[in-house]
């Protein structure tokens, strides 16, 4: 199997993946982009499943630098960052029965990621596809090598609902 392949996957098979109670690491791009719409339902269907609190992971804003130690946070919180555009995402996730944080990564790299995951204590991370704008607001290097530096599967989520398991870069 090559770097690009992915296996396609359902709703059910993902779910297996994030203990229950657990946590689930979806990107977020504040809701702006209609190519996320897949994302987000696919988010609440595994939660639905799993009982698994939703954290959106959302790089486009620096507020991150001034959270010490960094954390998920909640609406109110992201309300007074000025991100009531993410805090609205956090609300529409409760009125479907979900618990759900967001979190505010200071930049694109790994480490970043990794520190959400592992804080988080997700199971999953869900993103876009390579080929979706929405992604390079999200990330800066290719989904393979995110997928081969994180302790969990990561997986795309198109917006057609179409979900793949991305395969991680095999290292020498």
């Known amino acids: 199997m090559t770097p690009m392949d992915q296996l396609d996957l359902s709703v059910d098979q993902l779910a297996r993946l994030v203990l229950p109670g657990g946590a689930l690491l979806v990107a977020s791009d504040g809701g702006h982009d209609p190519d996320m719409a897949g994302l987000t339902s696919a988010a609440i269907e595994i939660a639905g499943l799993t009982g698994a609190t939703v954290v959106l992971f959302d790089r486009s804003g620096s507020v991150s630098a001034s959270l010490d130690p960094p954390r998920p946070l909640r609406a109110a919180d992201l309300d007074r960052f000025g991100r009531s555009d993410l805090a609205a995402q956090l609300r529409a996730f409760c009125q479907q029965s979900v618990r759900a944080s967001g979190w505010l990564a200071g930049g694109r790299g790994t480490r970043e990621l990794v520190t ?10 869900l993103f876009p596809p390579d080929r979706a704008s929405a992604l390079r607001r999200v990330v ?7 997928a081969s530096r994180i302790p969990v599967p990561l997986a795309t989520v198109d917006a057609a609902g179409r979900i793949q398991l991305v395969e991680p870069l095999t290292r020498p």
């Not at 959400?116 to 991370?125: F, I, K, N």
């Open 140 to 146: 800066r290097r290719t989904l393979p090598y995110y």
């Open 116 to 125: 959400a995951v592992e804080l988080t204590r997700s199971g999953l991370v």
